[in-house]
């Protein structure tokens, strides 16, 4: 069994638990040492039974924390080198490379990261597996290349990111410049965009799909799901949304 939960999800910090097999790890960390400790007790997790932080890049809502509660908790951090060389605080206890092109294991748990386009160093996120199941974790990419499609294809769970809608974007308060970051090819994800790849997920296999890093100017929860719903020719209970404040609370692949 795998399970997973998220403590925000969005421009203002993103942070998610997974855990299976008895390893505990936190991919990203973007908030403050005593928000994260806050979060986590209102999921009924002790953040000292952390096993290691993995990074996904190095933007300040997915790293901005993790250098703190890496020295307070005493954990190793996962990151490429390219992301470790644009880190600004890397005063960790140990810091291990990884290859966004090989896999890994933190005990039991079988980590694959995998590249995307954004604009980072060297930005990769990850697939999870254990116990013949499968969980991947995807934000904050521009595009969707062929070997994202590849990697995502057979999971029995899929944290996905949906961060606008296109006409949104293009009528909203952002300057010219951030509309033309956010929707271009290294930017983040359309509704549309993460809809195209929900098409080529094998659907028989999936028991939950959360909708993540949802744009507050740019995208509305009843929009993105609708449109993920259409790609699903379903309304499924387990497609959800994650919140900012809220994240989302403990789910169970089975």
Excluded at 56 to 63: A, F, N, Q
Excluded at 73 to 81: A, C, G, K, Q, T
Excluded at 229 to 239: I, T
Aim: proline share 5%; aromatic share 6%; with cysteine.
């Amino acid at each position: 069994m795998i399970r997973f939960a998220m403590l925000g999800s969005g421009s203002k910090g993103n942070a998610t638990l997974v855990e299976a097999g008895g390893v505990r790890v936190l991919v990203d960390c973007g908030f403050a040492v005593r928000e994260v400790e806050s979060r986590c007790a209102r999921l009924g997790f002790d953040v000292a039974s952390l096993d290691a932080i993995l990074v996904t890049h190095e933007h300040g809502d997915h790293l901005g924390g993790v250098a703190r509660l890496a020295r307070a908790y005493e954990l190793p951090v996962y990151l490429s080198r390219g992301t470790y060389a644009a880190w600004t605080d890397k005063d960790v206890p140990e810091a291990s490379y990884i290859s966004p092109h090989e896999a890994f294991h933190i005990g039991a748990l079988t980590v694959r990261p995998f590249p995307v386009p954004h604009d980072a160093r060297e930005p990769c996120h990850f697939a999870f597996e254990h116990g013949g199941r499968k969980l991947g974790v995807v934000s904050d990419l521009g595009s969707i290349t062929s070997h994202v499609r590849y990697v995502l294809r057979d999971c029995d769970a899929l944290l996905l990111e949906t961060n606008h809608d296109p006409e949104m974007l293009a009528n909203g308060p952002y300057p010219p410049r951030l509309k033309q970051r956010v929707g271009g090819n290294l930017g983040h994800l359309s509704n549309a965009q993460a809809a195209s790849l929900v098409r080529g997920i094998e659907r028989e296999r999936l028991q939950h799909l959360v909708l993540t890093h949802l744009s507050e100017k740019n995208n509305s929860p009843e929009l993105a799901r609708a449109t993920i719903c259409e790609a699903l020719e379903d309304d499924p209970a387990w497609c959800l949304c994650a919140d900012q404040q809220l994240g989302l609370s403990w789910r169970e692949v089975v």
